[in-house]
């Protein structure tokens, strides 16, 4: 056996220490694997040069347990107590978890981040390396290391939950610096996260901030879809807001008061690194408008936050989650049976014998009426639907009468008409419909044709006449027409437009550029406010994590014209005053 299989065998024991990432414990046995360079670690630990090193959603874990010996458990118990995955999971589908755990047990985690919604969030996909002070000093007494704990690495904990103090960030992983290194907490490169730290001095945010990381720690014990039903999650806030007089009595919101609420959530949320871009009045009635309408919201944060803003925590939500699903349980069981009874009224439970023995002619209709318990009308209208035809009584219509009424019907004239020309009323030209055998089908089919003719001719020659106006301006003209086409002929319709002129369709993609591009720069110009005394490296990394959308106007700069001047004159303002500093070299940096 060679001198490093010899290694490899006496370190793949070490065991893990309480709430450790399976990133901590790799860099660990790095270090104490003497290896030289990141990749031969990640070849013995993992097979592969690369996959296997992300802090976050390692890949080949597979491969891992099996090189480890079962020293840190299963696949799945590694991925549910050492990973980040855990955290995400209570909100998605439980079919989303299991392929996600089979993305990272397998070669690697392909569009994992997009599935569960990163990357469509607006946060962010990036997890920063996160570490408490205090508990570096207290790991290095008690252990000997300093390591990262996973309660410190999930998203909205910026506060230590063991000792209430802000974290540290690193931005090793975050600016790809050391993308596939094996890295562990230092002190010297922590940075402190000036939102944080003006949060600390307020009760208020601070509060909020240790209530959001208990959230978070809550929602990793959490079972995979838990939470995954967006309609229970909309009627569990539609019942509190209800609660507190949020609600008209039709379930529209009252947005007058609920926008001091919304204030107040801004306010928090611009202490929150990844959502500080979302301290928007605007942005927050979309989210609240969306989250009551049954839509899911891509990130568990942002429901974290909602959570904490209508509820009293993760467990008040749960059991208002539970309410709601008798609420809706029951909802639809009174739909469930409505619909039994209105079919029960239209089909007619008829006994298969009493039919078979008005088909016989063994029962006579108002016996079978009688022993039922319905009116004679009811009961022919059953039977009409089986194709057992009542037998006429000619009190009000003769032959003549009859013969009329029915060649009109079958033509689909309009009942008054048909009641008018047999001198009948309009209740008995009905019960004519509903008591002979395909009658009523017949005339409805004939309308509905009729209808179409008329329709598709009223259009063509409006069509015919004004090509040049557009599909718009068309519809202007005939809107019951085409809204009628629209739903019962949307074929022919669609065929007939082919020669209408049309202008080039546009999803107003730019307009939503525009805005995102000024919103973005509101909230530039806002963090560096906060950030007024620190210096243009340091501001610039604060902006980077405060906004990580912000990459994407660095990289795209032509795209964020409003965002990249904001991004250069805060760069500028914050220029070192003195002398002897080289002021070319932060021109330069701050034109980057």
């Not at 022919?492 to 080039?504: G, M, P, Q």
Request: proline fraction near 5%.
């Amino acid at each position: 056996m060679s001198r490093q299989a010899e290694i490899f065998e006496s370190k793949v024991g070490l065991a893990p220490l309480p709430d450790e990432t399976l990133f901590s414990w790799c860099s660990r046995y790095h270090r104490l694997a003497a290896n030289g360079l990141d990749r031969t670690t990640c070849l013995q630990l993992f097979g592969h040069a690369r996959i296997g090193s992300a802090h976050d959603f390692p890949g080949r874990i597979d491969a891992l347990v099996a090189r480890s010996k079962g020293s840190l458990g299963t696949a799945e118990q590694v991925i549910r107590d050492r990973t980040l995955l855990p955290f995400y999971w209570p909100f998605k589908p439980s079919d989303l978890a299991r392929q996600s755990v089979a993305a990272m047990r397998g070669n690697g985690i392909a569009h994992l981040k997009y599935r569960l919604g990163l990357l469509t969030s607006g946060l962010g996909a990036a997890h920063p390396l996160k570490s408490c002070p205090e508990c570096m000093q207290a790991d290095l007494e008690g252990h000997g290391w300093a390591y990262w704990r996973r309660a410190h690495q999930l998203p909205g904990v910026w506060v230590c939950p063991s000792h209430g103090i802000p974290l540290r960030v690193s931005h090793l992983k975050l600016d790809q610096v050391a993308r596939f290194a094996w890295t562990l907490p230092v002190p010297a490169c922590g940075q402190e996260v000036v939102c944080l730290d003006n949060a600390a001095d307020k009760s208020t945010q601070g509060d909020w901030l240790r209530q959001l990381a208990a959230q978070g720690l809550a929602l990793v014990g959490m079972s995979p879809g838990r939470f995954a039903d967006p309609v229970r999650i909309a009627q569990a806030f539609r019942l509190r807001m209800e609660g507190i007089g949020m609600l008209h009595a039709s379930g529209r919101v009252r947005w007058r008061e609920v926008e001091p609420r919304l204030l107040q959530l801004a306010t928090k949320l611009a202490c929150l690194p990844e959502a500080r871009q979302d301290a928007d009045l605007g942005l927050l009635q979309g989210q609240l408008a969306r989250l009551l309408s049954a839509r899911s919201l891509a990130h568990p944060l942002r429901y974290l936050t909602w959570i904490a803003a209508w509820f009293d925590g993760i467990d008040d939500f749960e059991q208002a989650y539970e309410s709601s699903g008798m609420v809706t349980d029951q909802t639809w069981a009174t739909a469930a049976s409505r619909r039994a009874t209105c079919d029960a009224a239209t089909q007619g439970p008829v006994p298969e014998e009493i039919l078979t023995a008005l088909r016989d002619g063994n029962l006579s209709m108002t016996a079978a009426a009688r022993q039922l318990g319905v009116s004679y009308a009811t009961l022919a209208a059953w039977a009409c639907r089986v194709a057992i035809e009542p037998p006429r009584r000619p009190k009000k219509l003769d032959a003549p009468s009859w013969s009329l009424a029915l060649g009109m019907l079958r033509n689909g004239a309009e009942k008054q008409a048909v009641a008018d020309a047999a001198k009948v009323s309009v209740l008995t030209v009905t019960r004519i419909l509903r008591t002979v055998p395909g009658l009523q089908d017949e005339w409805h089919r004939v309308r509905q044709e009729s209808r179409r003719m008329a329709a598709r001719a009223a259009w063509a020659k409006v069509a015919a006449l004004n090509l040049h106006l557009g599909v718009k301006r068309l519809r202007r003209l005939e809107p019951a027409v085409y809204a009628w086409l629209y739903r019962n002929d949307h074929d022919w319709l669609k065929a007939s437009l082919e020669r209408v002129a049309t202008a080039h369709r546009a999803n107003h993609a730019a307009v939503r550029m525009e805005r995102s591009d000024a919103r973005m720069a509101d909230a530039l110009c806002n963090v560096a406010l906060s950030c007024s005394r620190e210096a243009p490296r340091r501001l610039l990394d604060e902006l980077k994590r405060a906004l990580p959308a912000l990459r994407k106007a660095i990289h795209s700069p032509e795209q964020w014209p409003l965002t990249v001047e904001a991004l250069t004159v805060s760069l500028r303002c914050h220029r070192p005053a003195h002398p002897l500093l080289n002021q070319e070299g932060v021109d330069e940096q701050a034109d980057r």
